[in-house]
């Protein structure tokens, strides 16, 4: 999937900006402060979420303007026009259009359009707790499966009111069943998902040439485990029991000890077999940027439209070999992806498949 047409007005430090880009892949390169993320940012609000900075409408809003926008034109043939920006009536709520009509689930814009990234933040990504992980893995999901968002806000409200319910109500034994009866399914649900994604991706072998670490990726969950085991609907009823069992326990906690939030997973270079919290911090952003390719590669696979891809300063941290090892892959596939950098001359290698676009204070130089 490409982005054909980018429209912002007073996004971040962006009045407005018109860009079609005329490349398969784009290097946004520029000084500290710019744009280059910002304009990142925007493309990943086409999809679903609150973007690559997690984000709220205020702090995405251009200081002293009152409404922002994005549009955009996605794909050549059969394009699709996705729209999204601050309601005016009212600023903290976030609308979405799809082809010129307001949207009422957000999964129909998961069916359009899937957006992956990689940011400077994600370095702490194995340090960070789990729930970041879990946030990355889902976000790759979502572009497989546009139901997993709703099992995911299904699953957590069940939680957070089964929380609320062991506080406050702990002797209604019929909501509790109830709670922890959606948990059980949501979960089930979530992990089946989650476990298809991490099975198809071990599966696939991208070449990246001899310099580049292929990943391998292991979902780290208990209920992962068992339905690799039992058929889910077992699943489901050890996951009920198991949550009847531990209202006491969860009570005095605050908090509920099973269930898909309880997931996390983690990363292996292929070769050495080495673990991504054992490794260094340019061989953790080499693993993530194969995830990040090879889940591209597998939604291609599968005949999904591919995601558009934003790798924020994806050559820091990286050695020069896996520099050179990225941009040939890159120069070779037919991924969208577009980068940035503060320096040209790092991409040097991508001067012939790439639109370079300079960015100042909020604008295109070049
Ligand atoms: N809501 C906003 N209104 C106006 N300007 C904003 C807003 N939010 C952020 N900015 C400005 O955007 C700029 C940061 O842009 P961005 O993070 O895209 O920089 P960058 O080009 O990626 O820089 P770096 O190379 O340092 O990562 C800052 O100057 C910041 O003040």
């Given at each position: 999937?490409?982005?054909?047409?980018?429209?912002?007005?007073?996004?971040?430090?962006?009045?407005?900006?018109?860009?079609?880009?005329?490349?398969?892949?784009?290097?946004?390169?520029?000084?500290?402060?710019?744009?280059?993320?910002?304009?990142?940012?925007?493309?990943?609000?086409?999809?679903?979420?609150?973007?690559?900075?997690?984000?709220?409408?205020?702090?995405?809003?251009?200081?002293?303007?009152?409404?922002?926008?994005?549009?955009?034109?996605?794909?050549?043939?059969?394009?699709?026009?996705?729209?999204?920006?601050?309601?005016?009536?009212?600023?903290?709520?976030?609308?979405?259009?799809?082809?010129?009509?307001?949207?009422?689930?957000?999964?129909?814009?998961?069916?359009?359009?899937a957006?992956t990234?990689?940011?400077?933040?994600?370095?702490?990504?194995?340090?960070?707790?789990a729930s970041?992980r879990r946030r990355f893995l889902d976000r790759l999901v979502l572009a497989l499966d546009s139901n997993h968002a709703r099992e995911a806000?299904s699953h957590e409200?069940?939680?957070?009111?089964?929380?609320?319910?062991?506080?406050?109500?702990?002797?209604?034994?019929?909501?509790?069943?109830?709670?922890?009866?959606?948990i059980a399914r949501h979960a089930v649900a979530m992990t089946a998902s989650r476990l298809a994604l991490v099975e198809a991706m071990n599966a696939r072998?991208?070449?990246?040439?001899?310099?580049?670490?292929?990943t391998r990726l292991r979902l780290r969950c208990a209920i992962g485990a068992l339905l690799s085991e039992r058929p889910a609907i077992a699943v489901e009823e050890q996951l009920?029991?198991a949550?009847?069992?531990?209202?006491?326990?969860?009570?005095?906690?605050?908090?509920?000890?099973s269930g898909a939030h309880r997931a996390d997973f983690a990363l292996e270079?292929v070769?050495?077999?080495?673990?991504a919290?054992?490794?260094?911090?340019?061989?953790?952003?080499?693993?993530?940027?194969?995830t990040i390719?090879n889940h591209?590669g597998l939604l291609?696979a599968m005949?999904h439209?591919?995601?558009?891809?934003?790798?924020?300063?994806?050559?820091?941290?990286?050695?020069?070999?896996?520099?050179?090892?990225?941009?040939?892959?890159?120069?070779?596939?037919?991924?969208?992806?577009?980068?940035?950098?503060?320096?040209?001359?790092?991409?040097?290698?991508?001067?012939?498949?790439?639109?370079?676009?300079?960015?100042?204070?909020?604008?295109?130089?070049?």
């Open positions: 999937m490409r982005v054909a047409r980018l429209v912002l007005t007073d996004f971040r430090n962006y009045e407005r900006l018109v860009w079609e880009p005329q490349a398969r892949l784009s290097v946004l390169f520029g000084e500290n402060g710019a744009g280059k993320t910002n304009l990142l940012e925007a493309l990943s609000l086409l999809a679903p979420g609150r973007g690559l900075r997690g984000a709220g409408n205020s702090q995405i809003l251009r200081q002293g303007a009152h409404v922002w926008g994005i549009a955009a034109r996605l794909g050549a043939e059969d394009p699709v026009s996705i729209a999204t920006g601050s309601d005016p009536s009212n600023p903290a709520r976030r609308l979405f259009r799809l082809d010129d009509m307001p949207v009422r689930a957000q999964s129909q814009i998961a069916a359009h359009c957006v990234w990689l940011t400077p933040p994600m370095d702490r990504l194995f340090s960070d707790p970041g806000a409200r069940s939680v957070s009111q089964r929380n609320r319910v062991l506080g406050t109500h702990p002797g209604q034994a019929v909501w509790l069943d109830g709670l922890e009866d959606s072998d991208l070449a990246y040439g001899s310099t580049f670490p292929a009920r029991d949550l009847r069992a531990s209202r006491g326990a969860d009570r005095e906690r605050g908090a509920t000890s270079d070769r050495t077999g080495r673990d919290t054992l490794s260094s911090s340019g061989q953790q952003k080499a693993m993530l940027v194969h390719l591209a291609r005949g439209a591919s995601p558009l891809i934003l790798l924020d300063e994806p050559l820091v941290h990286l050695d020069r070999q896996r520099r050179d090892a990225l941009q040939d892959f890159l120069a070779r596939s037919d991924m969208a992806v577009t980068m940035t950098g503060t320096d040209r001359a790092h991409f040097a290698a991508l001067e012939r498949h790439a639109e370079f676009r300079q960015i100042s204070d909020g604008g295109f130089v070049s």
